[in-house]
């Protein structure tokens, strides 16, 4: 049994390794604006997204396969073994990013070694998602397990944050033409090194208890739907709305800001930089009321507001010209996201067993995510080229209030956890 004080030190470890591969596959988010031209050079901006939008899409079809090879390799080897395997390949894909040519030196080449970078990178963050997710749940106690988990969002959206701080602090330091030219691989060669470091950090993290004291069952996609088939189903349906939800409001929104209300690239990274880390600090706050009124009634207040809520936003936004007012209305929706994104890995660990944990988070959730959250972005620069930019709003709107359902009619799983290795924070 592992002290407190190394329980402590081990979650703070895999959520540092956490943060580091969302930095990672953010920058890609926060720098398309300025590469996307590089590797897709005809049209004008909004084609120009919409290419490297598909290319962020690319990258959603690898999790559930990545979801798949690395949350079996976790169930079977050791969540640390998962871990450290998955922040090496976000590595490799970001080196890649860093040193692939232009279109207008190699052609074709270049777009096919996009893609084949952030096909890498999603089979990282496949595996990534289970892994962290189980080793957070099960390396926190009983008690406190909705706060502790939520640091794994924390991480994730504190890469995100540091994505933009670090395009901010380009902004400032480049002259626009050097950052479109060269200065955005700047941003891919420290996500790369900053993966090295992870690396070694996660070597030398403990196994969790759970791991350790798990039955002699083999993990596997057949057990998995033999046994579990309404808990698999359930973290999909769980997903749906809220993974949606989240890159509408996030990695959508930076150029919703820019390309649809009509601020400047700088004005619109500063709006998302502030509101992020203000949505940051939030998440552990979702946990500790999950931890102290239950995991079903902060999902449902996401699942309401949200749908009632995102069309109005979004609508709002269309109008504004002051850059606090789309500050206040970002947070908003952040805000009511945050009923989703600061539990959603403690609920989907509480539903399994340690033998096939890792693979049950990661999943079904991963097959949930590339269907809905990697497509969003794509699916609103569609829907505004086509002249509908209004559906998507609608269309968020409607998948959360399909994900109510689900969190309305779900078992708490607070009361009813099968991690049954209590920790000791």
């Not at 720098?31 to 120009?48: H, N, R």
């Not at 073994?81 to 998955?86: I, Y």
């Not at 798990?214 to 993974?243: F, W, Y």
Request: glycine share 8%; aromatic share 12%.
């Amino acid at each position: 049994m592992l002290d407190q004080r190394r329980r402590l030190a081990n979650i703070v470890g895999g959520s540092a390794g956490n943060l580091v591969e969302w930095f990672d596959w953010y920058i890609y988010a926060a720098f398309s604006l300025y590469f996307a031209a590089s590797f897709f050079p005809k049209g004008d901006q909004t084609a120009q997204l919409l290419s490297s939008a598909a290319v962020f899409a690319v990258g959603f079809v690898m999790r559930p396969i990545g979801a798949y090879v690395f949350g079996i390799y976790a169930d079977r080897k050791g969540r640390k073994a998962g871990l450290t395997l998955s922040v090496s390949l976000m590595c490799a894909g970001s080196l890649m990013i860093a040193a692939a040519p232009t279109h207008a030196s190699v052609g074709l080449l270049s777009p096919a070694i996009l893609v084949l970078a952030r096909m890498i990178q999603g089979l990282s963050l496949g595996g990534e998602y289970g892994s962290s997710a189980t080793y957070l749940s099960e390396m926190a106690g009983r008690e406190r397990r909705g706060f502790w988990s939520s640091f794994q969002y924390v991480t994730l959206i504190a890469g995100q944050l540091i994505a933009l701080a670090l395009l901010l602090l380009l902004q400032t330091l480049l002259p626009e033409a050097d950052l479109e030219r060269w200065g955005w691989r700047l941003a891919f060669v420290a996500g790369a090194l900053l993966a090295i470091v992870v690396f070694f950090i996660r070597r030398r993290l403990s196994e969790s208890p759970s791991f350790d004291a798990r039955s002699d069952k083999i993990s596997s996609g057949t057990s998995l739907l033999r046994d579990h088939p309404k808990e698999a189903l359930l973290v999909m349906a769980l997903t749906a709305g809220g993974t949606l939800a989240f890159y509408a409001y996030t990695t959508y929104m930076q150029k919703y800001l820019a390309n649809t209300v009509g601020f400047d690239r700088p004005t619109a990274s500063r709006i998302m930089t502030g509101a992020l880390f203000l949505f940051m600090l939030m998440q552990p706050l979702g946990g500790l009321l999950s931890d102290r009124f239950g995991r079903k009634p902060v999902m449902i207040a996401f699942g309401i507001s949200g749908t009632l809520l995102t069309v109005p936003i979004f609508t709002a936004l269309e109008a504004t010209r002051s850059p606090w007012t789309a500050f206040a209305l970002v947070m908003a929706s952040l805000v009511i996201v945050t009923g989703y994104t600061s539990i959603n890995a403690v609920v989907k660990a509480e539903l399994f067993p340690s033998h096939i944990r890792a693979l049950g988070v990661a999943l079904p959730y991963a097959i949930a995510n590339t269907i809905f959250g990697g497509t969003a972005e794509y699916v609103a620069l569609w829907l505004k080229d086509a002249g509908h930019e209004r559906w998507f709003y609608s269309y968020v709107a409607g998948m959360i209030g399909l994900s109510l359902i689900a969190y309305a009619t779900m078992r708490e799983t607070r009361t009813s956890s099968r991690i049954d290795q209590d920790g000791l924070l």
